[in-house]
């Protein structure tokens, strides 16, 4: 563990929360130099919402149905990540697409999991494309987050075989169970320790990133 001050940490999602929790434990037991200062979502039965508060972490419910159009929702998200003067913004199974404003403002202080290893597989269905595709491995990836969608440069990846009888609903239980859980607060605890981050011009790159 490094000298350095604790990071604020404030974590978006939008449904059962298990990579939150993971990440909650982690700073717990102080794998993470950092804390999770508030937890945003914009659905209000996100079952994460739930974990947080078990764990005396504020919350915040943004619904963005109440919008009329993504620029005002960001705005609104950034507003309240901002009140909570982050470090690090996690995206922890938040289903928006973000605007770019959104992104530029936190370039470098973004990550997100993403269940496949890319540059395979942007975007959604990431499971069965992989299936469908005959791959022998699959798994995760923790990216920063820049303007293209999933295409930030890599913290951390890795795989697992794919066994002949996995079906999509399995195969995405495994990557979550096997990998997600395990390298996303790695990959918090390597920002937070200021042992990776991001170039600030285009194209983007990660610095000082370990072997994985």
Known sequence: MTSTARKRIVVLISGNGRNLQAIIDACANNSINGDIVGVISNKADAYGLIRARQASIPT??????????????????????????????VLAGFMRILTDDFVRHYLGRMINIHPSLLPKYPGLNTHQRALDAGDATHGATVHFVTPELDAGPTVLQHSLTINTDDTAESLAERVMEEIELALYPKAVALFCDNVVTLSDTAPYRTLNTPET
Do not use: K, T
């Open 60 to 89: 915040c419910i943004i619904p963005h149905q109440e919008f009329a159009d993504r620029e005002s929702f960001d705005a609104a998200i950034q507003d309240q990540i901002d009140l909570l003067d982050a470090d690090l913004v």
